[in-house]
């Protein structure tokens, strides 16, 4: 069921309109149903393995509560953390081995029978794993006390609106608002819908529509040289940001409508003066994770600077993997931790002990952006080839300046209508992340008179329904991680 189709349209307005019917103390038990019928409309066996980690999960955290010896808290947590690891492996790494073996079967090297097993990783499975190992964590180090409602938990696991892409909840954030007894609140009922509307512009109007140009030339990267490549990057990091950014706004809006407040995943990432400060902005309850449970854990900055430096590439090689085991992520990852190795010692927190304030200069914002465009090669194309091919040509023939935009019109093969379209709705997005800045933007308009922000309403509404991608809803990029 996705997001950005009718049935989710169906489902979401009967669950909303239920759950204000359903008596106040029994709505959690109505969340958590219609949690797991969300779940399994996608396939019915994901709902156990949604059980089974819920449950693992729910008696190891009360295993620890209950222990004070320190080895067998540790036991209690090995026990919870790693079949869950180790399942995520399997489905991380068992397709690309199996298409291995079979390549090497098709090659003649191995006298066997090609392979026919299919393991194909569960929607959200790395969402609801994450935020349950978060949680057994946080249990162990002793900052939360486990929950012995297991409704509660299994609700707190299995929310519906984040878990298929997140955010990743922390338990002493969102397992006080399940327990609350809520009652209808208008304004934030509308908050989430605004919400909603802002995130399904950001995915049908920009993302889906520049999928189609970035997903022509990127499948066929050998068909294509030069510019086109430098302006379908560019394009293609407006399209995950959108399409991943607008996911976060759906989501975080339809939990408004069950008066549960998420916390923000996104906050203007692109407007960032260091890949460091891009980390802080960027899908936020993941980057936080990474750095609670993994950087944290191996020393962070509390070690000698060579240390340090390792710990920062292991955090982001692990990063990468969790995209996928894919040679394209792990060194999407290793660049990502390479780059942030080098801004400190460009720009060090500390000299001689003395903190350093640093002052941003306008310049600083362009080299972040161009970086990280160069490094959203690596994770879009389809193999590490295709990415060498397309940074080994991305100036190809720009001694011709005429000839080199000539070509990638021509690439493109795109009418100027659409074009101004495209730098229409980025520039509407560019507007808005730079406004929230400074101030919620969604609050700004909701504060005006009447007409002026009725006006913005239905004008919203009106470019999603005329200039979204007609067609089959297109699956949210995350979903497939």
């Known amino acids: 069921m996705l997001f ?13 309109i239920l759950y204000h019917i359903v008596p106040v103390r029994f709505r959690w038990v109505f969340l958590l149903a219609a949690s797991y019928a969300f779940y399994m409309n996608l396939h019915a066996a994901y709902g156990l393995l949604l059980l089974f980690t819920t449950v693992l999960t729910y008696l190891m955290a009360l295993a620890l509560d209950r222990t004070p010896d320190k080895a067998k808290k540790r036991l209690c947590l090995l026990g919870g953390v790693w079949p869950l690891v180790g399942i995520l492996l399997v489905f991380k790494l068992g397709m690309p081995v199996i298409d291995r073996l079979n390549a090497l079967i098709d090659a003649g090297r191995l006298s ?13 499975v790395s969402f609801y794993f994450f935020q349950s190992l978060g949680y057994l964590i946080d249990v162990y180090k002793g900052k939360i006390h486990a929950e012995r409602h297991f409704g509660y938990y299994a609700l707190f696991v299995s929310f ?8 990743i909840g922390r338990a002493d954030a969102l397992l006080p608002q399940l327990k609350k007894e809520r009652r209808f609140d208008y304004r934030s009922v509308t908050y989430g819908l605004k919400l909603m509307a802002w995130g399904y512009f950001k995915k049908l109007v920009i993302a889906d529509v520049f999928a189609v140009t970035v997903n022509k030339v990127y499948d066929n990267a050998h068909s294509y040289v030069g510019l086109v490549f430098i302006i379908v990057t560019v394009m293609f990091a407006v399209e995950i940001y959108c399409d991943f950014s607008g996911y976060s706004d759906i989501a975080i809006g339809c939990a408004r409508l069950f008066g549960i407040e998420l916390a923000a995943n996104f906050k203007s990432p692109y407007l960032s003066f260091s890949i460091k400060e891009f980390w802080s902005r960027w899908h936020i309850s993941l980057s936080t994770w990474f750095r609670d449970y993994v950087y944290i854990p191996l020393g962070g900055n509390r070690v000698p600077k060579w240390r340090n430096c390792l710990n920062l590439l292991l955090t982001f090689l692990v990063s990468g993997f969790w995209h996928g085991s894919s040679l394209t992520y792990i060194l999407w990852g290793a660049i990502h931790g390479l780059l ?6 460009i720009y060090p927190k500390k000299k001689r002990g003395v903190p350093v304030i640093r002052k941003k200069h306008w310049w600083q914002l362009p080299l972040t952006f161009i970086l990280l465009c160069f490094t959203w090669i690596f994770f879009r194309a389809d193999t590490i080839q295709d990415a060498f ?20 019109v021509i690439c493109l093969d795109m009418p100027y209508v659409s074009m101004f379209g495209m730098l229409l709705s980025a520039a509407v997005l560019f507007l808005y992340d730079l406004i929230s800045l400074k101030q ?3 609050g700004l308009v909701s504060r005006q008179r009447g007409i002026a922000r009725w006006s913005v309403y239905v004008l919203l509404l009106v470019v999603i329904a005329l200039f979204s991608y007609k067609g089959i809803a297109t699956e949210f990029i995350y979903f497939q991680f």
């Open 4 to 16: 950005n189709s009718i049935t989710f349209a169906a489902f979401l307005l009967a669950a909303f």
């Open 112 to 124: 066997l029978q090609p392979l026919t097993l299919k393991i194909l990783l569960p929607a959200g």
């Open 160 to 167: 519906f609106p984040q878990l298929l892409a997140g955010p």
């Open 340 to 345: 942030q190795i080098a801004e400190n010692f």
């Open 389 to 408: 091919w397309i940074i080994s040509r991305l100036f190809w023939d720009i001694g011709r300046p005429v000839n080199y935009l000539k070509t990638a």
């Open 440 to 442: 919620d933007v969604i």
